[in-house]
């Protein structure tokens, strides 16, 4: 504290203490001589009751300034002594410009991660974190993340069981690989994270950072759920990334609400996908599309946006669109009577491409429709067309 040095404020005023006296020394010589008067003014006094009473002088602003200023600093000084550094028990990040306290903590109280702190007064930290454990964890229990066994029964659906567990429909889709929620096979085994979220298989190039910033999930909350002690990861191996959501198109795609129909109005199927006897050579061959009856002329659309990949004519398919879509996936027209596009054009979903007609290997007019998924495997358009 010897940095710290108070200086007295000079004052006219007599102290009655012996302990203080005000002397002045004239140049001529050493005697003191007292050259204090008293004030005209009068002392200011607090009195108790009607009484005698007490009083005592009222100290000026600038000395309590100084006074309280000095005490302050003692109190930082005193506190500041002795301080250790140690690594904290909780993750600690800073909460964005426009983003609350309680927003941070609810996104992942779902997750059952108690270890989050927050760059919030204490008081008000400790609120926030009860309150987000008691939506979750009512028993004030730290939960740790594991997979659970769940045996789809009759009548169970994809949202049902998600609701039932607290994870979001993507959750269970992602976790399990389910193509088509609409279709779940009863007595089939899925695996139910205890924690909202989404696995994710590690690429070659991957980085935990990135990884991090890709899911807009931080960082540390990745490592505390994974138990990651190190950066090194390696490719094929599957993280979870807790509080993740499932990409919007593959969500919508397995729950048939991505793919439109390729034709407006009432859809009449003529011939369904897979086995099937052909219809000219009469003998059993694979389907890999839907063939839909539409009269010559009847407009086309695409079934989901994306870029004109291939337009062609071939004796199979006669003329046909091949559409290239963001998730990797295709869909192909067939049989053709013209096109509205070319190679390269950008086409909306529901944008008109082309005309129903009756080329190629063909008994009459209809549109044979085709989906590829990103390993070029044919999928069931009926499974995924909403």
């Known amino acids: 504290m010897s940095q710290f040095k108070q200086h007295p404020v000079q004052t006219r005023r007599k102290n009655s203490s012996p302990l203080f006296s005000f002397r002045v020394f004239s140049r001529n010589t050493v005697k003191p001589r007292n050259t204090y008067k008293k004030p005209v003014r009068e002392k200011q006094e607090f009195k108790k009751g009607t009484g005698s009473g007490f009083s005592f002088p009222v100290p000026s602003i600038a000395t309590l300034a100084v006074i309280s200023g000095t005490v302050v600093i003692a109190l930082a000084a005193l506190n500041w002594e002795g301080i250790e550094i140690r690594t904290p028990d909780i993750y600690a990040f800073e909460l964005a410009r426009d983003e609350t306290a309680e927003q941070r903590i609810i996104q992942y109280a779902s997750t059952g991660i108690a270890g989050i702190s927050l760059d919030t007064p204490p008081a008000e930290q400790t609120a926030v974190i009860n309150e987000a454990a008691e939506i979750d964890n009512p028993h004030g229990m730290l939960v740790t993340f594991e997979w659970r066994q769940y045996r789809v029964k009759r009548g169970d659906s994809v949202s049902g069981i998600a609701q039932k567990h607290g994870v979001s429909v993507g959750a269970i889709i992602a976790s399990n ?10 007595g089939a085994i899925l695996r139910v994270p205890n924690v909202d979220g989404i696995p994710y298989k590690i690429q070659r190039g991957d980085s935990l950072s990135r990884i991090a910033v890709s899911f807009n999930v931080p960082l540390e909350v990745i490592l505390d759920i994974n138990d990651i002690k190190s950066d090194n990861i390696i490719p094929g191996e599957t993280l979870f990334i807790p509080g993740a959501r499932m990409n919007d198109i593959d969500l919508r795609m397995s729950l048939g609400e991505l793919f439109m129909f390729p034709l407006p109005g009432r859809r009449h199927i003529t011939s369904n996908f897979g086995m099937r006897k052909d219809p000219i050579a009469g003998h059993l061959q694979f389907h890999d599309g839907v063939d839909f009856r539409a009269n010559i002329g009847t407009t086309v659309m695409a079934s989901l ?5 291939v337009t062609g004519e071939n004796w199979l398919y006669g003329k046909y669109i091949i559409l290239r879509h963001s998730n990797g996936y295709k869909t192909l027209y067939g049989h053709l009577n013209s096109f509205s596009v070319k190679q390269g054009d950008r086409v909306a979903r529901g944008r008109k491409i082309g005309e129903s007609g009756n080329t190629g ?4 007019p209809h549109l044979h429709f085709g989906v590829y998924g990103r390993n070029g495997k044919e999928i069931n358009p009926l499974e995924l067309l909403n």
């Open 305 to 309: 946006d994306g870029v004109v990949e």
């Open 361 to 364: 290997y063909s008994t009459g």
């Open 177 to 186: 690989d389910i193509s088509n929620a609409r279709r779940l096979q009863e």
